[in-house]
């Protein structure tokens, strides 16, 4: 199996962050070229390969500024496995427990998951094929063998014209409400030995285990529809290459996984003390899963020279050259990302495939009620979204889902219910509903 990456130029994977990220063109720059060079360094000689490491990027910026959105698509474009996670967690190493390494097992697993999704869509013809014929014995069960051999040729003819007869009711959805029992084998749950679940640890404890112990199995009645899902789940199962499928997620992961690491300025050392020594040992476990290292995991060892990682954090009260100077160098790309306007809250209101405006009006649309957005509304509501950032505490576009949710409360409640099914709402209704909470900055700091 090979790495499946689809080949878009910078230009293309802009346009295509565009499309539902607005503004920070620097960011989107950055990561479409930082992409765009792996694939370059795919098409390089081997032993050149290997000299090439990727070029990590540092974002810098407040929150709800697009920092995650922009990683996440990104990597959904680029069919690539990635993975989230806060920094500050490892702080707690010893406390509570997750070893930085941990990050590369569970970039591992999102990477066997999708290609086990791959997979399946490769085998679902056969599968599905079988699962007719499995569902065929349950319907029409083989007939016992005979004395006579006349008998029993008879008896085999008459079996093969009920079956086809079953098949062809089958297949026209006739027999979808037939009753049919099956066997289940129930798989034990993920077992645990000093707080840790076997699923996380580097040797597959939990498979060793599960071949071991009795295997758990029940009978169960269900209908055509239930059983075809259930049988097609085992067959598909069957089917598999669990071997083939572990090689190439590792593959798929070394070569275009992305590790978004968020909250890196929370780990930088203030004075020192207490906590501080807590947050230098994770820079310090960080550098080399950054640097490039190997680790062990159940489906077999994991190189991270090639992984891409983006971090990303606020740096309020820090800057990036207070990290350490070894894990400073290994995010050679920064960029800023800067505070959204009112301009950019209109825009994020309107411009996304599925913009914020779209989303409320399809949820209600489903009860039949039809609302639309005058432009001033889109602009007192972006004008709203912006001072309360500015007077209480600055979320970025997360703050537009607060309000929106306070400016359709009403609406959201009654849909159901509504004589009226066309409702326009207007700069005068946005200021009916929000002034009052906003002017008070006691309530807005709850509220919005």
């Known amino acids: 199996m090979s790495t499946a990456s689809k080949e878009m130029t910078p230009r293309e994977i802009v346009a ?6 607005v503004g920070q063109a ?6 479409a070229v930082a992409v765009r060079n792996r694939w370059r360094r795919k098409q390089l000689p081997e032993e050149l390969q290997n000299e090439i490491a990727p070029k990590n990027i540092l974002m810098m910026g407040p929150t709800g500024v697009g920092k995650t959105e922009i990683a996440r698509r990104l990597a959904k474009l680029t069919g690539a496995p990635f993975l989230k996670l806060e920094a500050t967690k ?3 190493v010893g406390y509570y427990g997750r070893d930085v390494e941990s990050m590369v097992r569970e970039l591992v697993e999102t990477s066997i998951a999708m290609v086990r999704e791959r997979e399946r869509k490769n085998v679902e013809k056969d599968a599905t094929a079988r699962v007719e014929e499995r569902l065929l014995d349950l319907l029409v069960p083989r007939p016992v063998s005979y004395e006579m051999a006349s008998e029993e040729e008879d008896a085999t003819d008459h079996y093969e014209r009920t079956r086809e007869r079953f098949r062809g009711m089958l297949r026209g959805g006739e027999l979808e409400q037939r009753k049919v029992e099956l066997t289940i084998e129930q798989k034990s749950g993920p077992m645990m030995i000093g707080g840790m679940g076997l699923e996380q640890m580097d040797v597959d404890l939990q498979g060793m285990f599960e071949k071991i112990l009795p ?6 009645e269900m209908t055509i529809t239930e059983a075809r899902k259930v049988l097609l789940e085992q067959e598909s199962e069957s089917l598999l290459d669990k071997e083939a499928i572990s090689q190439a997620a590792i593959e798929l992961a070394e070569n275009l996984g992305i590790i978004f690491l968020d909250e890196i300025d929370k780990i930088i050392a ?4 207490g906590a501080d020594v807590s947050r230098q040992g994770v820079q310090r476990d960080l550098l080399p899963i950054v640097e490039g290292t190997t680790v062990q995991t159940k489906h077999g060892y994991v190189s991270t020279d090639h992984v891409l990682f983006i971090a990303a954090g606020a740096f309020h009260k820090t800057s990036p050259s207070e990290l350490m100077p070894e894990l400073q160098g290994r995010f050679p790309i920064r960029v800023e990302l800067n505070d959204l306007t009112k301009e950019d809250f209109v825009r994020i209101l309107t411009e996304p495939n599925a913009s914020l405006t779209m989303q409320y009006q399809s949820l209600l649309e489903t009860e039949g009620l039809k609302i639309t957005f005058t432009d001033d509304a889109l602009e007192e509501l972006a004008s709203f ?11 970025g576009a997360r703050r537009l889902y607060t309000i929106m949710e306070r400016l359709l409360e009403e609406l959201s409640f009654d849909a159901s219910d509504r004589k009226e099914k066309k409702v326009t709402i207007d700069a005068d209704y946005v200021r009916e509903r929000l002034t009052k909470v906003s002017q008070d900055e006691d309530l807005s700091r709850f509220i919005l």
């Open 16 to 21: 295509a962050l565009d499309q539902n990220i």
């Open 26 to 31: 620097d960011a989107k720059r950055a990561v």
């Open 90 to 92: 490892y702080t707690e």
């Open 215 to 220: 295997k758990n199995s029940t009978r169960r």
């Open 270 to 273: 203030t004075d020192g003390k």
């Open 385 to 395: 979204a912006f001072h309360v950032n500015q007077t209480t505490q600055n979320i």
